[in-house]
């Protein structure tokens, strides 16, 4: 178990690095530079920018230094945090990531709890009670959640919010406690401003899941231990959740690695469209302001997660069935 | 006709007269599917007598399976139990007939395990991987037998061991998929005796398993069956499996019963043509290398097709045209408590022939390639 | 005796008959057509792309045609008048701030069908005809217009124009015709709709088709050769898929000028959406080629003589075809989903370009969509299409696999 575990960590450490080259490469292929949007700034500003304030600045940055130099600088001090400036917002990246990565990992996080606590006890409903009127309806529904594109479901999910209930969408806290300090009203004042984004996050992922875990008990439910706890004499209940959804859940466990991207890419998004302190609208902003640092440790951020996200993923196959040896 | 050893078995008999531990009367399965009925098991009665074993032999198809699934009220859906009557004799309790129990009644779920044991074909797949086999036994005694975890675990430890298997203690918190073929199906085997049930339900449990190991399951099971004093009913093709197991024999084709009848009788002069083709298709020992083997002509005809008359009749060398294409024979006795099921053996009142009478009929069908029934060894 | 027995061969060897003699895709075939859901997906699918083909012919106007007198204006009802199909004209006014429209139905005008209109071209071929459209004035006014109740030397009235309302009372152009309403240009939602499913509906299938091709290689490439090669492409594909997929596009996609030509950032849109989809194709395709090879089948045939590239054509692929196929139909909504999102942060396609995520870009903002819910009806082509091809691939998956019900 140690040595998988050291093992699994070397490579995701590989892997990060080689992340970080691709995301700097892609990063790095627009034309023009970092400092274009700066240098814009400055002009609209109506300060003079001379060829040569340009050029010294160039040097300042290593603009024109070659990829590789770049990359090197840059990774050199990101092991020790610094992960470079932002050029665009004069901050350093570092101190704009700061918290907005433990909002995008939180929000990932409940968004998948989410999913796992509908999907499972409705997949099992809708696998028992095959062809009822209730699965009809279930089916139905999976198909939407997974049909109808997330920000789409966040825009109409805030329009039916905003003009039915009147809540205030688009904010993480409400006026009363914005630049109050931490506490418990606080706290449930974020929860209940971060319910709608979750659930929106989630039902991609919800839906999809519910599908699976229903094809899966259906598989299960055929299999020929089923007939041997019956045999027993166990209730049909027994039957279904101490038998049957145990194993179930394994496909389940292993698909949970590839529900992580849908799950932190549909943050990024239901946060621009929420307009959301996390990730999602600096992100973008950093792309199409050429912004190069601030963009590729999101980038490379958000692939740890999912790196991570993968690891525990493995984990939690390994510690629920036991067939699975971790070499 | 065929010599394969064998215990020495008593006098067998089926039906009232002896104590049996189940009756089945006149059973009717059905499957309801969108192309048709498929009548599974049509009309079956046989009973298992007490503390001895009932073999059930059929090809596939033949519904062998499905009575034994039947019994436990386990028949998947869209099976029904459509007639019948299964009386049950649990020790100690009052005969009743489990078919007035609900399926998922607590009745039923209190019989199941407790006074009827049940091991299945598959061993491979027929033990939950997620659970360690002494949980799994122990959950059945835990549900019949006894509220005490420490004393169920005590009692599970116990029925590992007599079934054989090496280092009993090791082996309750093994996972099944740690253990071979023959050892998972000895688990089984353990579970399925856990609450020493009156009735050992067996469906083909030695099929998947390889000759060596069969045999070995094959000791174990008789074994336990004289230490518990159970039956067992011991659903399967193999025929050489049945000669080392059974005391009695039912032959079943399409859903009926042919032939019933002692072990040593069927292997002696096996009465119904389809029991007597079947002895005749097994490979015998010293008969060297002349011809082919003799199967039965025709085939099993499709699931949805009515036949007229005698089901097996297509593919009888001796069906008596214009009496067995157009009645349906019944189950009816024939000397020492067998039973048989043909019109060379009763006629079309019900009256039984008399053997003689069975020989000069079965000899005028000779010339054209009939059976030949010969005397007893 | 005779007939049952005659009848029962003749049943056996019916049934035997049928199994042998019709092809695997034939049995594909009729077990797809039984499933219903699938069939009603494909059919509504074969429906949208015909739309899609013949578009400027159903849109009664340009896509890009902006019309500053009816900025926003909500979809035209239409009236059944005197026996025909008519839209009420629309008479606008200003009110705190926001224009609003009044229907005149006094001067109810006339849909027709069939009506010449802006000229187009489907597949190189010119066409002026469009399904329907509006071409009539309406006539003249018989009643004087109301007036707001707007009192003279109001500052207000003089600073919002005269009564507050535009002439199109008596306008030299005929009425339009918004079925779907009108967008913050004025430019008529059906049209672009329409117009924006050729670029949506296409984008996928180019996306997946070039995933296809490339994991289809690649896949089966990786799982018959094995070893080193292998090995390097699992590598490779692992860290492309622990990089978060939207990211990933929108990094990319940023890379792209914004003032690069329309077709050709459709092209490298493709390219983009194809870029991480190829992996999960492959990593599929090099299961089960796995699979096959180590079949016997395979063996013989390298004993017969043939080479690694005669076997992969023709034995891997056409076996892994099927299923191929059914992995493909099931990408092209996350290409389309994909494009659309996108798209919609402006990374996508971009103006003058339509695409439905271009037009889901104006519902942005909950305060527009609010006034204006009509801006989010792009949103159903879009759910529409993505489920059909759910059913679609749930029907060919649940057809190619022999052991499923």
Redesign the interface.
Known sequence: MITFLIRRLLFMVVTVVFISMISFVLIELPPGSALDAKLQQFRSRGLNVTSDVVKSLEERYGINDPIYTKYWKWISRAVYGDFGQSFYLDQPVSSLIGSRIWFSIGMSTAALLFAWLVAIPVGVYSATHRNSLPDYLITVMQFLGVAIPEFLLAIVLMFIASWYFGVEVGVLYSKAYRDAPWGVGKLLDLLSHLWLPVVVIGTHSTAWLTRVMRANLLDVMG???V??????????RVVVWK?AV??ALHPLVMALGATLPALISGEVIVSIVLNLPTTGPLYVQALINKDMYLAITFLLFLSILLVVGNLLADLALAW????VRLE | MVTIPRPASGLGSTTAAVDNVIDVRNLHVEFHTSLGTVRAVNGVSLGVPRGKTLGVVGESGCGKSVTAFAI?Q?VATPGVIAQGEIILRARGKDPVNLLTYGK?SDDM??????HI??I?Q?PM??????YTIGNQIA??IL??RTSDPAQADAMALDILSRVGLPSPSRLMTT?P?QLSGGMRQRA?IA??LSCEPDLLLADEPTTALDVTTQAQILDVMRELQQHIGMSIMFVTHNLGVVAQMCDEVAVMYLGRIVEQASVDELFDSPKHPYTRALMRSIPQLGSGRKGRLEVIQ??I??QF?K???CQF??RCPD?I?GV??VKSPSLLPIGDGAHVSCFLHHDPSGSPRSPEAVVAHAQSMTGAGGATVTSPN | ?AT??AV?AS??SA?TRIAEDVSQWTLMRWRFARNRLSLFGLVVLVLLYVVAAIAPFLAPYPYNAIDTEYIHTPPTPVRFLNGQLSICPLTQFMRDFQWEYTEDCDRAVPIEFMVKGHPYTIFGVPFETHLFGVTQLPPPRTTPVKKTEAKANDPLAAFMGSSGESTTADATQPPRVFLLGSDIQGRDMLSRILEGSRISLTIGLVGVALSVVLGAILGTASGYLGGLFDDLVQRFIEIIQSMPTLPLWAAIAAALPPTMPVPQRYFLITIILSFVSWTGLARQVRGKVMGYSSLDYIAAARLAGCSHLRIILTHMLPNASSHIIVVSTLAVPSAILGETALSFLGLGMLPPAVSWGVLLRDAQQIQSVLLHPWLLIPALPIIITVTCYQFLGDGLRDAADPYSG
Request: hydrophobic share 40%.
């Open positions: 299999a020929q231990y007939q041997t706890a019956r045999s027993k004499g166990l209730g049909e038998h145990r194993n629920l069935d036991p067939r | 436990m386990l998922a779920r209190a019989v199941r395990g407790r044991g049940m299945f598959e797949t027929a033990l939950n991987p997620c959950e059945a549900l019949h996972f998929h089984m579970l399925a025709g085939s005809p499709g097709s036949l007229a008359g009749h297509p069906a045209a067995c294409d | 005796m049952v027995e029962a049943q056996a049934s």
